[in-house]
């Protein structure tokens, strides 16, 4: 499916703007807005795969560098007011921050490795930057002992010497593994995303989803019936909603269609996993 700009629908970003992701959004970048701090907070963003995380730290980074304009006359190379990136899986601290040197635009050669934690915080300073965001935490804190450690001191170093929040993004496990450190438990302000419940929720969610989507007459796929049935095959998971009518619309057009009916939806949920069986 394709939406009007040529982007396919199930990968075109749009923000969905209810209220829990609204307030998550508002904390964040409440936060942007503090003075530096010596011992800056952090923030773990968490829930199921799907739930919006990804989402909630872009729609943050667009509010941010809108609340930040550039400054007039700034003569560095990059003005970063918020760093967004993903770190590898099984990254020890100096990939860690290789990844956002890469993000902050630095070359990457052999000597840059002996200062790379140095070199990011005075980036950090040198760009302005107000929030770090690192998405799918939980895949570089599920290393065990000193690998583990190794990654909690890095970002702890990455606070404190940037004096700058940051905000992570994971599965539960990421609030676990913080809540279990002492220092960054008590730094820690968590915030989780619950699954949507059955119900009028469920409808506006739906609704919202075909909007951006650009299906035709998207509130026919938020009647009772077939909101009853989209909840019970994704969980509640919002990734899972917008899957099953990705995937709806594409089975109504191989039947000739591009409105998209109930049958259409039954047939998709087959091609799809069975989230409700697990």
């Known amino acids: 499916m394709m939406a009007p700009n040529g982007i396919s629908a199930l990968s075109q970003a749009f923000w969905i703007d209810f209220d829990e992701a609204r307030q998550h959004v508002e904390t964040l970048v409440e936060l942007a807005h503090d003075e530096p701090d010596e011992r800056p907070p952090c923030v773990v963003l968490v829930g199921q795969s799907g ?6 730290l872009r729609e943050t980074q667009r509010r941010i560098v809108h609340d930040f ?12 007011p918020m760093l967004r990136t993903v770190i590898p899986a099984g990254s020890t601290a100096l990939k860690i921050n290789l990844t956002l040197l890469w993000k902050q635009g630095w070359p990457i050669t052999g000597k840059t490795q002996r200062v790379a934690d140095l070199k990011v915080v005075e980036l950090l300073r040198r760009q302005r930057t107000r929030l770090v965001g690192i998405d799918n935490v939980h895949a570089i ?3 065990s002992g000193r690998a583990r450690r190794d990654t909690l001191d890095a970002f702890r170093f990455l606070m404190s010497e940037g004096n700058v929040p940051m905000v992570v993004a994971g599965l539960d496990v990421a609030a676990d593994i913080f809540s279990e450190d002492v220092e960054l438990a008590y730094r820690s302000i968590i915030l989780r995303l619950k699954p949507w419940s059955q119900g009028e929720a469920t409808q506006r969610l739906i609704r919202a989803l075909g909007q951006g989507m650009h299906l035709i007459e998207p509130e026919r796929l938020a009647e009772p019936e077939v909101a009853a049935f989209l909840w019970q095959n994704s969980l509640g998971v919002t990734g899972n909603f917008k899957r099953l009518l990705h995937w709806g619309h594409k089975v109504a057009r191989r039947h ?3 409105c998209v009916e109930f049958s259409d939806i039954r047939e998709a949920a087959t091609l799809l996993p069975n989230y409700a069986a697990r």
Not at 69 to 80: I, K
């Open 51 to 56: 739930m919006g995380k990804t989402s909630i």
């Open 141 to 143: 804190l599920t290393a």
């Open 69 to 80: 304009p550039e400054p007039a006359g700034f003569d560095e190379a990059r003005y970063e």
């Open 256 to 258: 000739g269609r591009e």
